[in-house]
Each structure stands twice: as structure tokens, then as C-alpha cells.
């Protein structure tokens, strides 16, 4: 009976992360141009280069992928580096550090970076969110853009939006001509040749973000509330060892022993999960099953922070997390944890890196028990 509680918590936790580990470990992988693919397309490495055809949809993650071939449907994904020289005939929706079209892109092209650049076609629509976008190319659909800066050289057929940091500025070509509407958040003095727009619709200027005061941050509703943060993840820990001490204390274990590659794993877990089931939520017959596997992925974001509680007091009171002494490493553990992720500026960065150790963590220990 204790067996099967341990699986059911496992396959609860870990869904995701099993389909993730279908595809095999990272490597990479080349698509000659000889080659077609008349089936879904999903694939994981350090570096995909499509070079052929794929008939239907793209599902890629990657460090860097370059498609220098054919996309007949969407392409979706994350990777550190995205270069589009061939066609995607879909849409093209995907988050990178850099993503460079050169090539086309027939439907709508939504996406993230710290920087796009589009020198080549983009068919549709573009709504992106970028610290440096750069347009090169004439674009007669729409734009929706969020950023730091813009740097704006061809015409655009449609509506421009931009909603830019007040500290950030946009530079247009002279002359340069807008089909539809202007609606703009920068002051025109961030805005290089504004008075020489040619907009055919009307100008609009959005009201302005009111920045962040970090002073406020630590008052007294803000403590209260890491106070409830700190007893929930507490008597969360004390559950977990009192219903299952044998896999937390496996799994606070594995975080000891390497986190450098629990990290590893937990960061494509981190990113694919909730992909997945977005895209299970696009379809009719996918959307319960997409909204139970963003359930589960909300609920592990939050429970994987127990077992890396434990292994960080654990090794700060220089216990065995595998024996029986877990009180004061946990006390310790929450206690350092909750005020790492609570920290300005810098806490949501740890707060991603706690919960992707522990997420690398199950999928590990999942692997384990699957062999």
C-alpha cells in the first residue's frame, strides 16, 4: 500500500516531467535537407538544425535552433539562440535570449527575448516583448511591443503599439509611415524623428507605468504575509516527513548530492511543463487535461521547496539528511529559504533557482524508479 501512495505522488508530481524524459537526454540534432517529417515534431538538444521539411507543428527545446528548411505548421519553443533563414509556414511563437528572422514567417510571430531582430517577412501580426527589437524589414500587419528600446527602420502597414520603459527610447527612420494607429507610452523626447511619422490613423499616448518603490516593499502587511509564507511551508515540511519521510528524505538527498545537475534538468522541466500544458488548454479535448497538468505544475513549484529547505539545513548544520535527525535542519532550511526568495530585487531569481533543483530533483528520482 505503500508502494502504490509513493507511485500516485511520484506520477502526480512528475507527469510532466516523464514526457520530458521520453525524448531522451540532450544531444544534437540535425534535419538534413533531404529529409521529411510527416508527424508532430518534438525534440530537446544543445543544437537543432532543420534543414528538411517537417510536415505538421514544431515543439523545440534547445540551446540554439536554426531553421534553414521548411515548417508547414506552428513552431513553439524555448531556446538560448533562434535563427529563422527557411519559411515557417504557421505561426511562430517561442521565448529565446536572441531571436534573428531572416527568413519568413507566413502567420503571426509572438514571442520573448532580450533581443529580435526581423530583417525578413512576417505575414501576420507581431506581439513581442524585448529589451532591443529591431525591424529591418517593411511589416504590413501589426505591432504590439514591449521593451526597453526599439529601433523601428521600415514601413508598417498596420497598428503600431508601443509600450516602452519610461527610460527607454525608440528610434524611427525618417519619413517613416505607419498604415493604421499610433498608440505610444515613451515621451517623444526618447523618441528619435517622431515629428516625421506618417500615420494614417489616429496618435495616441498611453499613460504613463508608475514605477516600482522598493521602500515599501517591507512593511508591515508585506511581513506578516512572509510570516504565513514561513509556518505554511513549515507545517507543509512536517506533513511531507510525517506521510512521506522516506522519498522527501531521497529526494532532499539527490539535491545534496549534486545540485549542479538537478539545476540541469529542473530547467527544461521548469520551462516545458507549463508549454505543455498551454498548449493542451489551446484544444477542446486537451483543455481538462491541460488545466490539471498547470494545477500540479503550481502546486510542485511550490512543494519542491521543502526537500531543498531540507538539504540546505541539512548541510548548514552538517546532518545526514538520510537519518533521523530532520527538526532543526528543516526549521533552519524554511527559515533560509523564505528569506532568500523574499529578498528585493534578487528573490525571484533565487525563488526560480530553489524550485528548479527540486523540480530536477523528481525528475530524477522519477527516472530512478522508472528503470
Same mark, same amino acid.
Given at each position: 500500500?505503500?508502494? /502504490? ?35 508532430n515534431f518534438f525534440k530537446t538538444g544543445e543544437t537543432v =538544425? ?28 524555448? #531556446? ?28 503571426? /510571430? ?23 527589437? =529591431? ?47 499610433l498608440e505610444y507610452s515613451p515621451t517623444r523626447k526618447t523618441? &528619435?524623428?517622431?515629428?516625421? !511619422? ?12 508608475? @514605477? &516600482? =518603490?522598493?521602500?515599501?516593499?517591507? =512593511?508591515? !502587511? ?5 510570516? /504565513? ?26 539535491? @545534496? ?6 539545476? $540541469? ?37 511550490? &512543494? ?9 539545513? #541539512? ?8 537519518? $533521523? ?19 528585493? /530585487? ?22 530512478? &524508479? !522508472?528503470?
Amino acid at each position: 500500500m505503500k508502494k /502504490f501512495w509513493l507511485i500516485l505522488i511520484l506520477i502526480v508530481l512528475c507527469l510532466p516531467a516523464v514526457t520530458l524524459a521520453s525524448y531522451g537526454e540532450m544531444e544534437n540534432v540535425f534535419i538534413p535537407k533531404e529529409q521529411v517529417i510527416s508527424y508532430n515534431f518534438f525534440k530537446t538538444g544543445e543544437t537543432v =538544425d532543420i534543414s528538411g521539411t517537417l510536415q505538421k507543428d514544431a515543439y523545440i527545446l534547445a540551446e540554439t535552433v536554426v531553421v534553414d528548411g521548411v515548417i508547414e505548421g506552428d513552431l513553439i519553443g524555448a #531556446a538560448e539562440n533562434l535563427t529563422i533563414n527557411g519559411t515557417v509556414k504557421g505561426n511562430l511563437r517561442f521565448l529565446a535570449g536572441k531571436i534573428v528572422i531572416t527568413g519568413e514567417v507566413r502567420k503571426n /510571430f509572438t514571442g520573448a527575448g532580450e533581443s529580435v531582430i526581423v530583417s525578413g517577412t512576417v505575414g501576420q501580426d507581431i506581439m513581442v516583448g524585448a529589451n532591443k527589437f =529591431d525591424l529591418q524589414s517593411e511589416h504590413q500587419g501589426d505591432i504590439n511591443l514591449f521593451g526597453v528600446s526599439a529601433k523601428l527602420d521600415q514601413n508598417i502597414g498596420g497598428n503600431l503599439f508601443l509600450h516602452i520603459d519610461p527610460k527607454g527610447s525608440v528610434e524611427f527612420a525618417e519619413g517613416l509611415s505607419v498604415g493604421g494607429n499610433l498608440e505610444y507610452s515613451p515621451t517623444r523626447k526618447t523618441m &528619435v524623428n517622431f515629428d516625421s !511619422l506618417q500615420i494614417t490613423g489616429q496618435t495616441k499616448q498611453l499613460s504613463q507605468q508608475v @514605477s &516600482v =518603490d522598493w521602500r515599501k516593499t517591507f =512593511d508591515y !502587511l508585506y511581513i506578516f504575509g512572509r510570516l /504565513f509564507y514561513f509556518f505554511g511551508l513549515l507545517v507543509l515540511a512536517m506533513v511531507m516527513i510525517r506521510v512521506m519521510k522516506k522519498i522527501t528524505m531521497l529526494l532532499a538527498a539527490t539535491v @545534496s548530492k549534486d545540485p549542479l545537475k538537478c539545476f $540541469n534538468h529542473g530547467f527544461w522541466w521548469l520551462i516545458f511543463t507549463p508549454m505543455v500544458s498551454l498548449l493542451l488548454m489551446a484544444t477542446m479535448v486537451g483543455m481538462p487535461l491541460g488545466l490539471i497538468a498547470m494545477g500540479l505544475y503550481l502546486i510542485a513549484f511550490y &512543494v519542491v521547496k521543502v526537500f531543498v529547505a531540507l538539504a540546505i539545513g #541539512a548541510l548548514i548544520l552538517k546532518e545526514d539528511v538520510k537519518n $533521523n535527525k530532520l527538526f532543526w535542519p528543516m526549521i533552519l532550511g524554511v527559515f533560509i529559504v523564505v528569506v532568500a526568495i523574499s529578498l528585493p /530585487f534578487v528573490g525571484f531569481l533565487i525563488n526560480l533557482i530553489i524550485s528548479t533543483a527540486g523540480f530536477g530533483a523528481l525528475y530524477l528520482i522519477f527516472k530512478g &524508479v !522508472l528503470k
